[in-house]
């Protein structure tokens, strides 16, 4: 893939600006995935970001590149884009864009239902690591009918933007670009290990909240403890839904040191064969 596509993306998605045939649905996602992205950073901005146009640009060409294969736009999107975007200047970042999201987790992730057998393998290929891994969690979880379905997507879609902070977010994205895909699960089970203490409510609803970051229940406890201990809670991040459960980045990369005592890359390896053979 060349630079060429880039260019050749992006005049076909003015094109379709200019004639009023761009798929409108995919402008308001795309819009309102922008509005969401990075809060903190005021990068992308919808009046005064200094990248939104970047941004746009960037997601504009990808929504075409997608169209040829049937797909429209993915909310999450926008947060992957502007990672990169940081850190690589257009049009490179449109060809890494492009390579990340054709890995084969994220490609299935990001393929709607077209992709929806594959997206319930990695949900069962989680599930078992979790059993393995976190057996109490996974127990609890099962008694409460709560599935990789309710929390992973989110996580995988967006590269864990939406949930962890800055830095720490910037950390795991340095290593699975170089290990891939396994990393993903790798992280986000060091995640649910940060969060363990917090996944034993008796009540379904609160386990979902927690999960997704909006435990009420859970911030008020983190308060409690930081009070107890002299000190106060400080939101870095305004767009990082677990910084108040106190997973930043040296919390999740103790757990990630610590994973290598439970992570076995051949158990990966061996679960992505039984799972996804033609992967």
């Known amino acids: 893939m060349s630079k060429d596509m880039y260019r050749a993306c992006s005049a076909r998605a003015q094109r379709a600006l200019q004639r009023g045939t761009f798929p409108e649905d995919s402008l308001v996602s795309l819009e309102?995935?922008?509005?969401e992205t990075l809060p903190a950073l005021h990068l992308f901005h919808r009046e005064t970001g200094a990248m939104r146009q970047d941004l746009k640009d960037l997601l504009l060409a990808w929504t075409v590149a997608r169209s040829d294969e049937g797909l429209g736009y993915t909310m999450g999107a926008a947060r992957i884009g502007a990672m990169l975007l940081i850190n690589i200047p257009l049009p490179h970042?449109?060809?890494?864009?492009?390579?990340?999201?054709?890995?084969?987790?994220m490609r299935s992730f990001y393929g709607g239902q077209k992709?929806?057998?594959?997206?319930?393998?990695?949900?069962?290929?989680?599930?078992?690591?979790?059993?393995?891994?976190?057996?109490?969690?996974?127990?609890?979880?099962?008694?409460?009918?709560?599935?990789?379905?309710?929390?992973?997507?989110?996580?995988?879609?967006?590269?864990?933007?939406?949930?962890?902070?800055?830095?720490?977010?910037?950390?795991?994205?340095?290593?699975?670009?170089l290990e891939g895909d396994s990393f993903l699960f790798r992280a986000a089970l060091g995640i649910i290990h940060v969060l363990e203490p917090r996944l034993f409510f008796p009540d379904r609803d609160e386990l979902i909240r927690v999960l997704k970051g909006e435990s009420?229940?859970?911030?008020?406890?983190?308060?409690?403890?930081?009070?107890?201990?002299?000190?106060?809670?400080?939101?870095?991040?305004?767009?990082?839904?677990?910084?108040?459960?106190?997973?930043?980045?040296?919390?999740?990369?103790?757990?990630?040191e610590e994973s290598e005592e439970w992570w076995k890359e051949s158990t990966w390896s061996r679960l992505i064969l039984r799972e996804l053979p033609d992967a």
Not at 93 to 105: A, I, Y
Not at 125 to 151: C, G, M, R, W
Not at 217 to 239: C, F, P, Q, S
Not at 240 to 253: M, P, Q
Request: some cysteine; proline content about 2%; hydrophobic content about 45%.
């Open 32 to 35: 309102k995935d922008m509005d």
């Open 93 to 105: 970042t449109f060809v890494t864009m492009r390579n990340l999201l054709d890995r084969h987790c």
């Open 115 to 177: 992709s929806r057998d594959e997206v319930e393998a990695y949900f069962r290929i989680f599930d078992t690591l979790l059993a393995d891994s976190l057996p109490k969690v996974y127990f609890n979880f099962k008694q409460h009918h709560i599935s990789p379905s309710e929390y992973l997507s989110d996580w995988l879609i967006t590269m864990f933007i939406d949930h962890l902070p800055f830095e720490a977010c910037a950390r795991i994205w340095d290593v699975l670009l």
């Open 216 to 256: 009420k229940a859970a911030v008020e406890a983190a308060k409690r403890a930081a009070g107890a201990a002299g000190t106060e809670i400080h939101l870095v991040d305004l767009g990082a839904r677990y910084e108040v459960y106190g997973l930043d980045e040296e919390t999740i990369w103790e757990r990630l």
